[in-house]
């Protein structure tokens, strides 16, 4: 903790389709211009040149000491996606034993038809 924000209390690792592996932690301002883990894992990828994940994780560690594992938020959903399209397949760790597509994590993703 710095003067009253959290740095690095939420880490994220993803896969991309290349095997490349990359981690971010969050950073909370008070300003609101902090980012998420994902965020940071997402951007050490692209700056690699890779675009495609294949899956990610997120985490967290309680004060007394428990892992847990947390979904994206709904903005690193929307994030995901528009890195690259196919992302929407890409595999979300909910639990130890439980995952889902992004697509399933974002309802109403496609664009909207015309209404004419």
Request: aromatic share 6%; charged share 20%; proline share 5%.
């Amino acid at each position: 903790m710095v003067g009253g924000r959290l740095f690095g209390d939420v880490a994220s690792t993803l896969v991309t389709e290349a095997g490349g592996v990359y981690s971010g932690v969050c950073i909370d301002t008070g300003s609101g211009t902090g980012f998420c883990a994902e965020h940071a894992a997402i951007a050490a990828m692209v700056t690699a040149g890779e675009y495609r994940i294949t899956k990610v994780v997120a985490v967290w560690r309680s004060d007394e000491g428990i892992l847990h594992v947390l979904p994206p938020c709904g903005r690193c959903r929307e994030f995901i996606r528009q890195i690259d399209p196919a992302n929407l397949d890409t595999e979300v760790v909910l639990a130890r034993d439980r995952s889902a597509r992004l697509r399933e994590l974002l309802p109403a993703h496609e664009w909207p038809a015309p209404l004419d």
